[in-house]
């Protein structure tokens, strides 16, 4: 089966957000996701991103979300895929899973 191939945006900060203190940090996270994103749907592509809010890309889509992340004072990491936030502050995978399989992407 064909899918789209998505993009997972993990945005975060070095820094804890102050109701995030004993949870890893924004990037643990991101490569947590990643390393369980790449074991449950084994040799299927997608790209996974880390951005930095306080140090976005110049890329203005991830620039703008960045800087909301900050105005609205969303618990990070953030998750994104496609657009739709999937998780935030203690992101779960059985969320992100679900959120790839709608999209196509078949458990390995």
């Given at each position: 089966m064909t899918h789209q191939e998505v993009e997972i945006i993990v ?98």
């Amino acid at each position: 089966m064909t899918h789209q191939e998505v993009e997972i945006i993990v945005y975060g900060a070095e820094q804890l957000c102050p109701s995030c203190v004993n949870l890893p940090s924004s990037k643990e996270t991101f490569e947590w996701i990643e390393a369980a994103v790449k074991r449950k749907f084994a040799n299927q592509l997608f790209t996974i991103t880390y951005v930095d809010i306080h140090n976005p890309p110049e890329n203005s889509a991830k620039k703008e979300f960045a800087e909301a992340v900050i105005e609205e004072d969303m618990f990070y990491p953030v998750v994104v895929i496609e657009g739709k936030i999937v998780g935030e502050g203690n992101p779960r995978l059985k969320t992100i899973f679900a959120e790839m399989e709608s999209y196509g992407y078949i458990v390995s």
